[in-house]
């Protein structure tokens, strides 16, 4: 049970929405009719893309993340720390949780396998050798693409066909602040450690300004598709990158940014809802 415990809390549940929820949007994106979500497809790799996912993302992330989450003091009282005595269990966790699904995704179309490979390859390498994106700076931020990819995976496996690049590009614009925002309050553990990422290269102060190019142009990329919604949420997320500019200090943006999980949720709950009315219940 305690081992469990553990998994569970590597895996991040305050995160798992980012999985999820783009999940969620592409499959109701692809559907003509609301009870196709009754379809099996969608609830063989609905648990997936919940929980078992995140497992693959966070544990691999704290596997080769040891010597700078040893500094970090967010990893003593806000994540779980992953020693090196722990990772051969973890490593047979995730094996053991994701092959089922990769055999279940042989058996579906091939730009639903391709979403697959896609999502595998920036979920590993973002943070394993030979490429480990996260310390590279710019390239941090694009393989965070890799949380668009389940909505990519689910429009294709319930029958989606040509995909928008408008928001293709919205999304990996979105994912890349989110990641640069969420590097914000590591930079001094970054910095010790000497990992170099988008928020150690631009500054504290030049990623938040990053951040707020970034939401604005998913924000003029998806008001073609989404119109008021898509300036509503690009001023919540302006307003939270302003907040977090002013009186700037690193103990002030993580302050701010432990309300980010809540308005990620709220913002994707209401785009979810969002699309579903606008398909399904207007006359």
Known sequence: MQQLRFWLQVSRP????????????????????KTELLNPKFWLFAPFFLIFANLLIYGINDIFDYETDVLN???????????????SKLWLAILLTTLPFLILTVFQNLSTI???IGFLFFSIFYSAPPIRAKTIPVLDSIFNI???????????????????????????????????????PDID??????????????????????????YLSAGILTFKYLGIFSAIASICYLAMMLISLWNYSQAHVFAVYRYFPWLNTIIGFALFWFIAISKFFKN
């Open 73 to 87: 003091a967010k990893k003593q009282d806000y994540e779980t720390l992953v020693t090196p005595e722990r990772r």
């Open 189 to 214: 553990a970054d910095q010790a450690a000497g990992f170099k990422t988008v928020a150690t290269l631009l500054g504290g102060k030049g990623t938040l300004i990053f951040c707020a190019v970034l």
């Open 146 to 184: 890799l949380y668009i990819f389940p909505g990519i995976f689910a429009y294709f496996l319930l029958g989606g066909t040509n995909l928008p690049w408008e928001i293709v590009l919205a999304g990996t614009c979105w994912v890349m602040a989110m990641h640069a925002y969420s590097a914000v």
């Open 114 to 116: 391709l979403a697959m």
């Open 14 to 33: 305050r995160f798992w929405i980012y999985i999820f929820g783009p999940f969620l949007i592409g499959s109701i994106c692809a559907i003509s009719d």
